[in-house]
């Protein structure tokens, strides 16, 4: 198979499971290029990843989920060819199921979806996940009509005209809710597609509730500025 498609990969302290989420990617149908962008890492994520066969690209601080897809996408544009990659976005801690992704490429790569979005068909039960996917969900059917299983599902492949079209990107944990309202309104395909892929576990601790206030409040700031009287406003006040 012709390769095609590129895997971009955020990750932050993951030096547990960079390495096989990397071999897993790498191995994947019409992929032949792997970049894991090191978000301000205190770990060894960048060695392990770069021992398993990834180009790596490293943000000196934590920049954002947002911020490493673009510095990931970018730095594939910088190794493509006449013919831009689509580009595969997968999390981190994925591991071996990283392997299953390949039904996520075949939509885009002959032309039946622009973007497609993993559904995990095994779910693995996130402490306080629930009201957040609320949210995100409502707010999408708000400003589309579209229906989405997993709107938060980092899992995605794009074409780089639809990556393009989606940029500026929004901020953080945001990001997920924003490209699916953005593409959609566009005009661009939007297609679900169910995997057998698994992240770790998430607990219950304060860590892990912190990180779902600042989701909550990432996906409702994206949401904030999608919605017609709000974004109005907001091109007012920059204007």
Do not use: Y
């Not at 490493?68 to 199921?97: K, N, Q, S």
């Not at 708000?142 to 709107?151: H, L, Y």
């Amino acid at each position: 198979m012709t390769a095609d498609t590129a895997v971009v990969v955020p990750a932050k302290n993951e030096a547990d499971r960079i390495g096989l989420t990397v071999e897993a990617a790498l191995g994947l149908p019409g992929v032949d290029l792997v970049v894991v962008v090191d978000d301000g890492s205190t770990d060894p994520t960048g060695r392990v990843a770069r021992a398993a066969g990834a180009r790596v690209v490293r943000h000196s601080r934590n920049r954002g989920k947002a911020a490493a897809m673009e510095t990931g996408a970018e730095a594939v544009r910088l190794l493509d060819g006449e013919i831009p990659r689509h580009l595969l976005f997968l999390d981190a801690d994925l591991a071996g199921t990283a392997q299953a992704a390949a039904p996520l490429i075949e939509p885009v790569r002959t032309g039946e979806a622009d973007m497609t979005i993993a559904v995990f068909a095994t779910r693995v039960k996130l402490a306080g996940h629930g009201i957040v996917v609320r949210v995100s969900r409502d707010g999408i059917r708000r400003a589309t009509g579209f229906e989405a299983t997993q709107p938060l599902n980092g899992q995605r492949c794009l074409t780089r005209d639809a990556f393009e079209a989606a940029r500026p990107l929004a901020h953080g944990f945001g990001v997920e809710t924003a490209l699916t309202i953005d593409l959609l309104r566009k005009g661009f395909r939007v297609r679900e597609v169910e995997v057998e892929m698994a992240h770790r576990a998430t607990g219950s601790d304060w860590r892990a509730q912190l990180h779902r206030a600042r989701q909550l409040r990432d996906v409702a700031l994206a949401l904030a500025s999608r919605e017609p009287v709000v974004a109005d406003n907001l091109g007012k006040l920059r204007r």
